[in-house]
């Protein structure tokens, strides 16, 4: 169970970063989901409840994806690996749509495409730092 709530927080924290660095990109926290009054723990949630639904698409939808999509990943070395990580931000923020609080992407290219990036260098410095990346040992 911490490790789920790590992976939650890692992706909360990866989004974050890419709002910071990306002007297209927003997280627009709902003040009708948590009524506490602070805009802050408003957003803090927001981002904890966008970084889960993005960990549930890439739990369920990547792998069915990068499957379909092998022939052409490896045609392009591994480059379109980018371009489907892209396409699960958008289904994220698509899937947003219907909570109160929203993930928006301007655009795909390039907006989505940075994003992407900048998501996966993050969550890959975070989860080295938690050890979320480690095999267990007993």
Same mark, same amino acid.
């Given at each position: 169970?911490?490790?789920?709530?790590?992976?939650? &927080?890692?992706?909360? +924290? %990866? $989004?974050?970063?890419?709002? !910071?660095? *990306?002007?297209?990109?927003? @997280? =627009?926290?709902?003040?009708?989901?948590?009524?506490?009054?602070?805009?802050?723990?408003?957003?803090?949630?927001?981002?904890?409840?966008?970084?889960?639904?993005?960990?549930?698409?890439?739990?369920?939808?990547?792998? &069915?994806?990068?499957? +379909? %999509? $092998?022939?052409?990943?490896? !045609?392009? *070395?591994?480059?379109?690996? @980018? =371009?489907?990580?892209?396409?699960?931000?958008?289904?994220?923020?698509?899937?947003?749509?219907?909570?109160?609080?929203?993930?928006?992407?301007?655009?795909?290219?390039?907006?989505?495409?940075?994003?992407?990036?900048? &998501?996966?260098?993050?969550?890959?410095?975070?989860?080295?730092?938690?050890? *979320?990346?480690?095999?267990?040992?007993?």
């Amino acid at each position: 169970m911490v490790k789920f709530l790590l992976r939650v &927080i890692v992706n909360g +924290l %990866a $989004l974050w970063v890419a709002t !910071l660095i *990306l002007s297209g990109m927003e @997280v =627009i926290p709902s003040s009708t989901f948590a009524d506490t009054g602070d805009s802050t723990v408003n957003t803090v949630i927001a981002y904890l409840v966008i970084g889960l639904v993005f960990g549930a698409v890439n739990a369920v939808v990547k792998p &069915i994806i990068s499957l +379909l %999509a $092998l022939p052409l990943t490896c !045609l392009t *070395l591994g480059l379109f690996t @980018v =371009i489907i990580n892209a396409g699960m931000l958008m289904l994220t923020v698509w899937l947003t749509t219907y909570l109160p609080m929203q993930l928006t992407v301007d655009a795909f290219w390039w907006t989505a495409v940075f994003a992407a990036i900048i &998501i996966s260098v993050v969550s890959m410095i975070a989860n080295g730092v938690f050890g *979320l990346n480690r095999s267990r040992q007993d």
